[in-house]
């Protein structure tokens, strides 16, 4: 069981805009950035958002993030079949138990 | 430009110690600018972040597998590496080793330059 939680799907047809969300607690999402993370088949992840909603170099702005609370969101407009991936959220996490870096279960985005 | 390799065993036997080295070619892991991680992927999984090391020694353990992970740093071979003890099937996984951002030695926790992984299994 994830610490943050992902919706296990989602899916678009080209052109589309879908939203990925992934929920938290106060002690990660709600008090420290959100992260988000694109793995193509049979790739290691490749990073996509940091700072919540800050874009690497060479991410498209297609690709967008936000946070409200205890919970972030993963924007893709214009969606293209090259988008066809698995999609993670991350955060550091405060917790007493033990502070570490926590992530998501992942989303499996099909373009249709 | 920088990039990371993973190397190790592949096939670890039930309760032996897993022993992974990661290579900074491209740039000097000495670099006060990062710090370096690990990160797993069991088969058809999500990502689990293993621990972090800043080039002076300085590091970070997943709390759940604190008692059994160490990760050291040598920097005049520009690597560093992952030993994590009394291994189970439960630890089979593609190992990563991850680049991500210092500022005054402190960590930012987002990973920005990832190597390609490298699959540990095992079995007896």
């Known amino acids: 069981q994830s610490v943050l939680t992902q919706p296990p799907s989602a899916s678009g047809t080209p052109g589309q805009r879908v939203t990925i969300s992934c929920s938290g607690s106060?002690?990660?999402?709600?008090?420290?950035?959100v992260y988000w993370y694109q793995q193509l088949p049979g790739t290691a992840p490749k990073l996509l958002i940091y700072?919540?909603?800050q874009r690497p170099s060479g991410v498209p702005d297609r690709f967008s993030g936000s946070k409200s609370g205890t919970s972030a969101s993963l924007a893709i407009s214009g969606l293209r079949s090259e988008d066809e991936a698995d999609y993670y959220c991350a955060a550091w996490d405060d917790s007493l138990s033990g502070p570490g870096v926590v992530f998501g279960g992942g989303t499996k985005l099909t373009v249709l | 430009q920088l990039q990371l390799q993973e190397s190790g065993p592949g096939l670890v036997k039930p309760s032996e110690t897993l022993s992974l080295t990661c290579t900074v070619s491209g740039g000097s892991i000495s670099s006060s600018s990062y710090y370096w991680g690990w990160i797993r992927q069991p088969p058809g999984k999500g990502l689990e972040w293993i621990g972090s090391?800043?080039?002076?020694?300085?590091?970070y353990y997943n709390p759940s597998l604190k008692s059994r992970v160490t990760i050291s740093v040598d920097t005049s071979k520009n690597q560093f590496s992952l030993k994590l003890s009394s291994v189970t099937a439960a630890d089979t996984a593609v190992y990563y080793c991850?680049?991500?951002?210092?500022?005054?030695?402190?960590?930012?926790?987002?990973?920005?330059?990832w190597g390609r992984g490298t699959l540990v299994t095992v079995s007896s």
């Open positions: 700072r919540n909603n």
């Open positions: 090391i800043y080039y002076s020694g300085s590091t």
């Open positions: 991850a680049r991500h951002p210092s500022l005054a030695a402190r960590p930012y926790w987002y990973f920005d330059l």
């Open positions: 106060s002690s990660n999402i709600g008090s420290n950035y």
